[in-house]
């Protein structure tokens, strides 16, 4: 099994970026997906998952309004749209396969997770 992220990058602030994660040897279908976060010196942060049933739930008040995620069943890929960027923002973005209840706290056993993409969010 294998989640590889794209779509990283420098973008100004108020930008928009819109990663990818395509999965290899994994039916998104019957997994949770979601992602997740952590910068230079911080502890990882939980950003939102999709449950099998398509439902949606974010763990960071931070981007509500500003970041969505989505999937293609099809493409095992989910997405994560992120706009109005901001500088406290920059970071590594991970997706991950697993239960949504674990995009809180520690953000640890979740199934699959991939090698993360940097998001750096600087004028």
């Known amino acids: 099994v294998k989640l590889v992220e794209s779509g990283g990058g420098l973008v100004q602030p108020g930008g928009s970026v819109r990663l990818s994660c395509a999965a290899s040897?994994?039916?998104?279908?019957?997994?949770?997906m979601g992602w997740f976060r952590q910068a230079p010196g911080k502890e990882r942060e939980g950003i939102i998952c999709?449950?099998?049933?398509?439902?949606?739930?974010y763990y960071l008040d931070s981007v509500k309004g500003r970041f969505t995620m989505s999937r293609d069943a099809a493409k095992d890929t989910v997405y994560l749209q992120m706009n109005d960027l901001k500088p406290e923002d920059t970071a590594v973005y991970y997706c991950?396969?697993?239960?949504?209840?674990?995009?809180?706290?520690?953000?640890?056993?979740?199934?699959?997770r991939g090698q993360g993409t940097q998001v750096t969010v600087s004028s």
């Open positions: 991950a396969a697993g239960p949504c209840r674990l995009y809180t706290g520690s953000i640890s056993n979740l199934d699959y």
């Open positions: 040897m994994l039916d998104i279908e019957y997994y949770s």
């Open positions: 999709i449950n099998t049933r398509g439902i949606s739930t």
